[in-house]
């Protein structure tokens, strides 16, 4: 059984910076792509960004040119390093991997 634990959300004002952790374990041979998605009140879960096992990322254009997504493998981790945050990007973000969701963690931006 894997589980995903995230950590790293909080309330930053606008313009500031958050960086989110999402750490597998469990019983896990491989993991594929990484994702970071996220939900706000009223709308539907939103892809963020994914990362590949081969390194290659996708983003949102939302967030383009503010989040990087980076996986470190022998900590089965993946991360989200958000800058520029905007009121916009206020959410309950989620880790994705080997078809398990993490718990998700709050971020609230306020303006």
């Known amino acids: 059984q894997v589980q995903l634990v995230e950590s790293g959300g909080g309330l930053v004002q606008a313009g500031g910076s958050l960086r989110l952790s999402c750490a597998a374990s469990?019983?896990?041979?491989?993991?594929?792509?990484m994702g970071w998605y996220r939900q706000a009140p009223g709308k539907q879960r939103e892809l963020v960004a994914v990362?590949?096992?081969?390194?290659?990322?996708t983003y949102a254009n939302s967030v383009k040119g503010r989040f990087t997504i980076s996986r470190d493998d022998a900590k089965r981790t993946v991360y989200l390093q958000m800058n520029g945050l905007k009121a916009e990007d206020t959410a309950v973000y989620y880790c994705?991997?080997?078809?398990?969701w993490g718990q998700g963690t709050q971020v609230t931006v306020s303006s």
């Open positions: 994705n991997m080997i078809n398990t």
């Open positions: 990362i590949t096992r081969g390194g290659t990322t």
């Open positions: 469990g019983s896990i041979f491989s993991i594929n792509a």
